[in-house]
T-cell receptor, first 115, second 117 residues
Framework: KQEVTQIPAALSVPEGENLVLNCSFTDSAIYNLQWFRQDPGKGLTSLLLIQSSQREQTSGRLNASLDKSSGRSTLYIAASQPGDSATYLCAVSKDRGSTLGRLYFGRGTQLTVWP | DTAVSQTPKYLVTQMGNDKSIKCEQNLGHDTMYWYKQDSKKFLKIMFSYNNKELIINETVPNRFSPKSPDKAHLNLHINSLELGDSAVYFC????????????????FGPGTRLTVL
């Protein structure tokens, strides 16, 4: 059974800091890994998707890496801003079986960036 | 313009009632999902449909019945609501993996907050 763990559970930093959010998963047979952002009372916004064959993806100030063999991913946020405050969720999809796209979620990292 | 939409956004009802949540996507995707986010914010899949066919059915009570009239819609009907059904329900969609040029990136709706009194 796939289990996804995110560390830390919460993070509070001053504006301008570079951040690293960690995600680990127990079964390396994944199809892809997706990072989401969830604002309070809102839905999930897809930030980055990394295919199992890829090592990293970048979008603006965000960079996500994937080490499939060790079951780890990191989300790097450069020059953090108050607008980055949200919960960041990591999710992996399975590689085997007829489970078309089922995502296994971590419990998220709640990020607060203060001015 | 909304890619994945859900109605209603909020739903407050009494125990024992039957209610439905509707989901529509205009992304041209062929796979749709229902997820439940509990009070501790943990997201877990409930159902998945591909081309109107049920693919994933997690251990969900029979009181929950998804209906997919077409590829763009996946509705969730809940019978005999219980207190424990209170949660936020998210609909999502994607293009099935295995199709050249697609990567099964999932896009989520804004959620429906269900409160059972």
């Amino acid at each position: 059974k796939q289990e996804v763990t995110q560390i830390p559970a919460a993070l509070s930093v001053p504006e301008g800091e570079n951040l690293v959010l960690n995600c680990s998963f127990t079964d390396s047979a994944i199809y892809n890994l997706q990072w989401f952002r969830q604002d309070p009372g809102k839905g999930l916004t897809s930030l980055l998707l990394i295919q199992s064959s890829q090592r990293e993806q970048t979008s603006g100030r965000l960079n996500a890496s994937l080490d499939k063999s060790s079951g780890r991913s990191t989300l790097y946020i450069a020059a953090s801003q108050p607008g980055d405050s949200a919960t960041y969720l990591c999710a992996v999809s399975k590689d085997r079986g007829s489970t078309l796209g089922r995502l296994y979620f971590g419990r998220g990292t709640q990020l607060t960036v203060w001015p | 313009d909304t890619a994945v939409s859900q109605t209603p956004k909020y739903l407050v009802t009494q125990m024992g009632n039957d209610k439905s949540i509707k989901c529509e996507q205009n992304l041209g995707h062929d796979t749709m999902y229902w997820y439940k986010q509990d009070s501790k914010k943990f997201l877990k899949i409930m159902f998945s449909y591909n081309n109107k066919e049920l693919i994933i059915n997690e251990t969900v009570p029979n009181r929950f019945s998804p209906k997919s009239p077409d590829k763009a819609h996946l509705n969730l009907h809940i019978n005999s609501l219980e207190l424990g059904d209170s949660a936020v329900y998210f609909c999502a969609s994607s293009l099935a993996r295995g199709t050249i040029g697609t990567y099964n990136e999932q896009f989520f709706g804004p959620g429906t907050r269900l409160t059972v009194l």
